[in-house]
């Protein structure tokens, strides 16, 4: 559909050029050397695995192994590929860094076999794990690594979007600008799907859409609906009103679990109830990462809320 598209053209290549909060560029700018090991969390699109990239190449410029771990998964990638070069010294004597994307797609075996290499070669490796769910890396590595959330200031989101549109030369109407707003707001701060839905609506050098941001009427249907049990008439009213939510479903399920966070404790739904919500939702926001059929993963997690 397009020559071009923006999230290549645009994607950083230094830190300059990375969507930080203060704190974290303060500590990315200062790296000479060494670093600790480290992990980075946060939902897809946030620039994580660009991040690690530009660390090594850039700012380090060191000798390093990339794995994405959603593909290579198990115990054997530890012991053959992660051992195999952490084990020998680099040719120019700085440390090595092992980049494991997707690092919560590890398996436990492969994360406790991760956590001795570690530990057993910290004198000549570093590693840089990205994970889109924390809770799903072991607390042995967690506490072997420091920790950063790379959700960025909403602010300097809207600057980077902007700054893009100039830069192409996209013409916003008055009566859009509002929805250009609107569109980064309802996607954050998933940085690459805001990238991907302006050039989409961008086609013809003008940017149009129709954004709508009142989900609070979708999410309350939602939720009526799973404690109803009525989930058939559930995935019925969603797929009559998919362009109000721009059928993007995890988007979706994230705006429902932060409705269940914000829920008050009732006699029908109490903190237990609550709390069992929290993990199936957890879970399936988890699996939409890999699935391909989103819509599906959806109504799968709507079913089961509704079991509970």
């Given at each position: ?26 500590f ?6 060494e ?8 939902t897809p ?5 660009t991040?690690?990239r ?6 380090l410029?060191?000798?390093y ?11 054997d ?29 590890i ?20 590693f ?15 506490s072997r ?19 893009i549109?100039k830069q ?11 929805n250009l ?7 954050y ?21 129709d ?7 979708i ?5 009526n609906?799973?404690?109803?049990k ?17 059928g993007d479903y995890?988007?979706l399920?994230?705006q429902?679990?932060?409705f269940?966070?914000e ?20 879970e ?9 059929d989103?819509?599906i993963?959806?109504?799968a ?8």
């Open positions: 559909m397009f020559n071009n598209l923006y999230v290549e053209k645009y994607r950083p290549t230094k830190l300059d050029d990375l969507v930080l909060s203060d704190n974290n560029r303060k990315f700018e200062s790296i000479e050397d670093i600790p090991n480290l992990l980075f969390v946060g699109g946030l620039g994580k695995t991040l690690a530009i660390l090594v190449n850039d700012v410029k060191c000798q192994l990339y794995i994405n771990a959603s593909d290579e998964n198990g115990i990638t530890i012991r053959s590929k992660v051992v195999s070069f952490s084990q020998t010294m680099s040719l120019d004597g700085k440390l090595k860094v092992v980049i494991l994307d997707e690092a919560d797609g398996t436990i075996e492969g994360q406790r076999a991760l956590r001795n290499t570690m530990e057993e070669y910290s004198s000549r490796t570093r840089i794990l990205t994970a889109n769910y924390k809770h799903r890396i072991i607390p042995a590595i967690q690594t420091q920790s950063f959330d790379l959700n960025p200031p909403i602010d300097d989101v809207v600057k980077r979007i902007v700054s549109v192409e030369g996209i013409k916003i109407e008055d009566n859009q600008k509002t707003v609107n569109l980064i707001k309802q996607n701060p998933d940085i690459r799907k805001i990238i991907n839905a302006v050039q989409k609506a961008s086609v013809k050098g003008n940017f149009s859409v954004v709508s941001l009142d989900s609070k009427e999410v309350e249907r939602i939720h609906k799973i404690i109803a009525d989930i058939i008439n559930l995935r019925k009213y969603l797929i009559e009103n998919e362009n109000e939510f721009q995890h988007n399920m994230k429902y679990l932060n269940i966070y829920i008050n404790s009732s006699n029908t739904f109490d903190d237990n109830k609550k709390r069992e919500y929290i993990l199936v939702l957890s399936h926001m988890y699996k939409d990462v890999f699935v391909l989103k819509e993963n959806a109504f997690c709507w079913y089961a809320l509704s079991k509970i």
